[in-house]
């Protein structure tokens, strides 16, 4: 890539990073439900998600909504308790068990209902297999994944397509829960997300400063999106979002420098350099973490996702602070590049992996029903993710990646089923189309 | 909820699972497969092959198409929503299909414009972008690419909607035929002139953006008129036996389209590049 390169080479790479994987594995969960749903025999499951009412196609209307409702009310408390529970354990400083606990969890979901869709792919498919080839196949896969998804080492492809394949295979379980709880499921947690990453008292706003003060990882599973390579080389490390979202307020403002002061925790071994040609400023672009976790479980609560990786810019203000930061930042930056092929290397955005799992549960519970809502619904979900990220890149904390992309793709299901369809239908099927 | 009756007489079933008596040979099954595959890459094999070419490399362009292809849908909403008052319509009649029609090709076309503000507005942005991160501004190549990138979500967005999400059955056994065109398969009927309509709308928006922004009259009344020739062109269909005339005629205006796009991209190149004098 020449250095004169235009500017539309890089722009835009963070929220692709992120938005590939989600839409890889929006696609291939409504494949999986294509190929092996079938309405004449669909079983309800029971699980904590319809603990309390057992929905039936010859309930009531009435009997069917107050039925989900109650479903879920007690799965968001179920849920809300696991997380008030884990954010104890995380002050106590029992991160220890934390992550075991979440190596088992990720063990019980490859081995158990991973097996299960597999069993029932090759089922469907007749696919000439046997046991004991299945079994040693199995047994790898779950093996390596489980070693992959919470610890730093091995290609961070692998450990990216194992969190992918984590959010398929628990979205593929939950679309098998009945219609009009799925539904009013989506709504509760989506408004338990708000709550939770938000509000004061939120357990995940408590976990997410526990961890951003004790400076560490939060012991969850977090799905991670690295920036290439191209960037450093580029000479532009760091979020570009960040200093282009800055601009735009930078040029609201009406000020005529493009220099964005902001209140920023200084933490030396994150920093990463970034000079300007002319060295008229340093810009340090600082990333925090975002927090998002956990995995379903079903007997166990699950945690609600969160999205983060802010980028803090901080301009330094005077030639002698310069001098002083100069210093810092050489020494740091030292560290930086030493420390560049380790896992601490340059930081991208996260999305909790409860995000893929619901988003591509709407997007399940949508291909149920046709194609056109599947792709209404992906637009929305995309787009709800697109707003959430250029908050983020305003707003600098973490925030809750479930409202917005559940509440458009809801409203974009409706829509499309009761509006779009038979409109379109009728013009198409009439060969007259625009 | 297994049946149900859309348009003229036409039952598409509502379960997705396909009916296989016989689960024991893959064959059977991958026939079946191969032709709903067959038709969507008649109707997206181009865009699919131009967003691999052209558009994957750059992330920009990706989200220009996914906002593009959002606004369409968000416009077909907003139509449908006009006219759901009266729905269903006698398929088949043609005032009231010329009507709808012609509302929703005025209500498209008004909004580019729209959409072209908005380009703009972006255009200063990323300028500013670049400017403070000392690279160079947006080359007129890069112009072009989002303008083809928004075209292409509303092809895209044309090809989904009214064609692929009535393909669901074309991926199992059997096949459909509307009465007033019986020589071919309705998918194929629609695959086909879905990729008109894709090649129309994806060379539109080029041609319309470099009309704005030149303050061509010619090119920015050229798009909104080929719109709604070519979409009232899909009306000949409803004829018994049309679709033999309309689909051709259709496919010319889209060559059109493509010839003018051409002529007016290569005569923006030379004049650049000899305005440059030295190599582009």
């Given at each position: 890539m020449e250095?004169?390169?235009?500017?539309?080479?890089?722009?835009?790479?963070?929220?692709?990073?992120?938005?590939?994987?989600?839409?890889?594995?929006?696609?291939?969960?409504?494949?999986?439900?294509?190929?092996?749903?079938?309405?004449?025999t669909?079983?309800?499951?029971?699980?904590?998600?319809?603990?309390?009412?057992?929905?039936?196609?010859?309930?009531?209307?009435?009997?069917?909504?107050e039925g989900s409702?109650?479903?879920?009310?007690?799965?968001?408390?179920?849920?809300?308790?696991?997380?008030?529970?884990?954010?104890?354990?995380y002050y106590y400083n029992c991160t220890k068990f934390l992550v075991y606990y979440t190596r088992f969890a990720a063990f019980a979901v490859f081995s158990s209902m991973g097996g299960s869709v597999l069993l029932s792919l090759i089922q469907h498919f007749n696919f000439p297999v046997d046991v004991v080839t299945f079994c040693v196949l199995h047994f790898n896969f779950?093996?390596?994944?489980?070693?992959?998804?919470?610890?730093s080492g091995g290609p961070i492809v692998l450990k990216q397509s194992y969190m992918v394949a984590l959010g398929i295979i628990v979205a593929a379980w939950f679309t098998k829960l009945p219609e009009w709880t799925t539904w009013v499921l989506l709504v509760a947690l989506?408004?338990?997300?708000?709550?939770?990453?938000?509000?004061?008292?939120?357990?995940?706003?408590?976990?997410?400063?526990?961890?951003?003060?004790?400076?560490?990882?939060?012991?969850?599973?977090?799905?991670?999106?690295?920036?290439?390579?191209?960037?450093?080389?580029?000479?532009?490390?760091?979020?570009?979002?960040?200093?282009?979202?800055?601009?735009?307020?930078?040029?609201?403002?009406?000020?005529?420098?493009?220099?964005?002061?902001?209140?920023?925790?200084?933490?030396?071994?994150?920093?990463?350099?970034?000079?300007?040609?002319?060295?008229?400023?340093?810009?340090?672009?600082?990333?925090?973490?975002?927090s998002e976790i956990e995995v379903v479980e079903d007997d166990v609560g699950e945690s609600s996702p969160l999205i983060g990786g802010t980028s803090l810019v901080e301009r330094l203000p005077s030639p002698s602070e310069r001098r002083n930061n100069d210093n810092a930042n050489g020494s740091s930056r030292e560290n930086e590049s030493q420390r560049e092929d380790g896992a601490e290397g340059l930081r991208g955005l996260k999305?909790?992996?409860?995000?893929?799992?619901?988003?591509?549960?709407?997007?399940?519970?949508?291909?149920?029903?046709?194609?056109?809502?599947?792709?209404?619904?992906?637009?929305?979900?995309?787009?709800?993710?697109?707003?959430?990220?250029?908050?983020?890149?305003?707003?600098?904390?973490?925030?809750?990646?479930?409202?917005?992309?559940?509440?458009?793709?809801?409203?974009?299901?409706?829509?499309?089923?009761?509006?779009?369809?038979?409109?379109?239908?009728?013009?198409?099927?009439?060969?007259?189309?625009? | 909820m297994e049946n149900s009756v859309k348009g003229d007489g036409l039952m598409v079933p509502k379960n997705l699972q396909p009916f296989k008596p016989f689960s024991r040979s893959n064959t059977r099954s991958t026939a079946f497969e191969s032709t709903g595959i067959g038709y969507t890459l008649l109707a997206l094999g181009p865009s699919l092959s131009l967003f691999i070419a052209v558009i994957a490399k750059k992330p920009f362009l990706i989200l220009t198409l996914l906002s593009s292809t959002l606004v369409w849908l968000i416009s077909l909403i907003v139509l449908s929503g006009l006219w759901r008052a009266f729905l269903p319509f006698k398929t088949g009649?043609?005032?009231?299909?010329?009507?709808?029609?012609?509302?929703?090709?005025?209500?498209?076309?008004?909004?580019?414009?729209?959409?072209?503000?908005?380009?703009?507005?972006?255009?200063?942005?990323?300028?500013?972008?670049?400017?403070?991160?000392?690279?160079?501004?947006?080359?007129?190549?890069?112009?072009?690419?989002?303008a083809l990138a928004g075209g292409m979500g509303h092809g895209v967005a044309h090809a989904v909607f009214f064609c692929l999400s009535l393909l669901t059955p074309a991926f199992g056994p059997g096949t459909y035929y509307v009465e007033k065109c019986s020589q071919m398969s309705f998918f194929l009927v629609s695959a086909v002139i879905a990729?008109?309509?894709?090649?129309?709308?994806?060379?539109?928006?080029?041609?319309?953006?470099?009309?704005?922004?030149?303050?061509?009259?010619?090119?920015?009344?050229?798009?909104?008129?080929?719109?709604?020739?070519?979409?009232?062109?899909?009306?000949?269909?409803?004829?018994?036996g049309g679709c033999i005339i309309g689909i051709p005629l259709l496919y010319i205006m889209a060559l059109l389209t493509m010839g003018h796009c051409g002529k007016m991209v290569w005569r923006r190149l030379t004049e650049i590049r000899s305005r440059q004098g030295s190599s582009f």
């Open positions: 250095p004169g390169g235009s500017i539309l080479e890089s722009i835009g790479q963070e929220i692709i990073g992120v938005m590939s994987p989600v839409s890889i594995c929006m696609f291939l969960v409504v494949l999986l439900v294509y190929s092996l749903y079938n309405p004449a669909a079983t309800t499951i029971r699980t904590a998600a319809n603990l309390v009412y057992m929905e039936s196609p010859t309930d009531s209307t009435s009997q069917k909504l409702l109650l479903n879920a009310v007690v799965f968001v408390i179920l849920i809300a308790l696991v997380t008030f529970l884990l954010v104890l354990l779950t093996i390596v994944g489980t070693l992959c998804v919470l610890s989506a408004i338990y997300d708000l709550v939770a990453v938000l509000a004061p008292g939120g357990p995940l706003k408590m976990l997410v400063e526990l961890a951003s003060s004790r400076d560490e990882e939060l012991p969850a599973l977090i799905y991670e999106a690295r920036p290439t390579a191209d960037m450093g080389r580029s000479g532009i490390r760091g979020s570009s979002l960040g200093l282009l979202v800055g601009g735009v307020m930078g040029d609201n403002s009406g000020s005529n420098s493009f220099e964005i002061e902001l209140q920023a925790v200084l933490r030396n071994e994150d920093n990463n350099g970034n000079e300007n040609g002319d060295g008229e400023s340093i810009i340090n672009v600082l990333e925090n973490e975002s999305l909790g992996l409860g995000d893929f799992i619901f988003y591509s549960v709407l997007v399940g519970r949508a291909a149920m029903y046709d194609l056109m809502t599947v792709y209404a619904c992906y637009l929305a979900i995309i787009s709800g993710l697109g707003c959430t990220l250029i908050l983020l890149a305003v707003c600098r904390h973490a925030l809750p990646a479930l409202p917005i992309s559940i509440a458009l793709g809801i409203l974009f299901y409706f829509l499309t089923r009761l509006l779009m369809e038979p409109f379109v239908v009728g013009t198409s099927t009439s060969l007259a189309m625009f | 009649s043609l005032w009231p299909c010329t009507l709808i029609i012609l509302t929703s090709v005025a209500f498209q076309e008004a909004l580019r414009p729209l959409f072209w503000k908005i380009y703009k507005r972006l255009e200063d942005i990323l300028d500013a972008f670049a400017d403070r991160v000392s690279k160079p501004r947006l080359f007129i190549t890069d112009k072009m690419q989002i990729l008109a309509f894709v090649t129309i709308h994806t060379l539109s928006m080029v041609i319309a953006f470099n009309g704005y922004a030149e303050g061509n009259k010619v090119d920015q009344y050229f798009v909104p008129a080929v719109h709604l020739i070519a979409a009232m062109l899909t009306l000949v269909n409803l004829a018994q």
